[in-house]
C-alpha cells in the first residue's frame, strides 16, 4: 500500500514547518483512509483503559477519544510501520531518523458542544526536543469552521504553557510552567492557521506548537487520526513522574536519550 503513498514532503513543505511549526499536507496519506476509518471502527468497539470520552453537561453529542492503541489495532500498526508517515516525519524534523512516540484519536460527533481548549502539547509529554510532529489526520472532509487551528510560529515563542486537565484542573500539582494567555482575545493579533481540508490531507505540527479545536456542530463527524514523532535530539523528561499518555515501566532517566522498546524507530536515513 505504500508505494502509491504521495512523495515525500516538498522542500517548500520543510520550510513552512520549520518557519511556522505548522504545515498542511495535502493527500499525504490519502491510501490509507479506508486503513484506518477500520482501525478507529474497531477501537470504538473496543476502547482502551486510556479511553477518554467527553460527554457534555449539556447533553450534545460526546467527544471520543482514546490514546496508545497502535500496538493492538493491526490497522493502526500498518499505518505507523508500512506508511509513508515516519519518512514525511523525519523530512519535516530535519532528523536522520523517526521514532514513533504514539497514537490519538479523536472523534467529535456531529452537534458535540465540546471545544478542546488552546494548548501545547509538549508540557504533557515525558519526551523534550526540538524535532518533533504529529500528523492530525481527518478521515472525514472537515470545513473551516470545524478544523483544528494552530498558531503559526508559536513553537518558536520559548515557552511552556501548563499543562490542564479537561475539567480546569492542573495535570501537575506544581509546576513553573506559564499559564496559556487568553487566545481568542489575542487572535487578532496572532497569525491563526486553520484549512478546509478532505480525507487524505495532514496537518502537521511542533509539540511546541499552540492550538485548540473549535465544537463540531456540522451535521457529520469528525474524525481523527493522530500519530506523533519524535527525532534524533529527542531526551526522556521525567515530569514529576506523570504525564499524558501515561506511560508507565520506562527506565529513563530524566535527560536520558529517549529509547524505550515501546517508542521504535521506524525511519532511519
Known sequence: MSGSDRSPATEEDVASYQRDGVVVLRQVFRPWMDTLRAG???LMADPSPLERTVRPADGSAPFFQDLCNWQRISQFEAFVLESNAAEVAAQLMQSKTARFFHDHVLVKQPGTSTV?????????????????????????????????????GSHRWGKGFRPMRFDGTRLYENDDFEVMPDIEAMRG????????????????????????????????PRRVFSARWVGDDAVYAKRAGRGSPPFTGLTMADGDPFDAPIFPVVHRS
Open 116 to 152: 478542546t481548549p488552546w494548548h501545547q502539547d509538549q508540557p504533557y509529554y515525558c519526551v523534550e526536543g526540538r524535532q518533533s510532529v504529529s500528523f492530525w489526520i481527518p478521515l472525514d472532509p472537515v470545513s473551516r469552521d470545524v478544523v483544528m487551528e494552530c498558531i503559526r
Open 40 to 42: 478507529i471502527d474497531a
Open 189 to 220: 493579533q496572532l497569525d491563526v492557521a486553520g484549512w478546509d481540508m478532505e480525507p487524505g490531507d495532514a496537518i502537521a505540527f511542533s509539540f511546541r506548537t499552540v492550538h485548540g479545536a473549535p465544537a463540531n456542530r456540522s451535521p457529520r
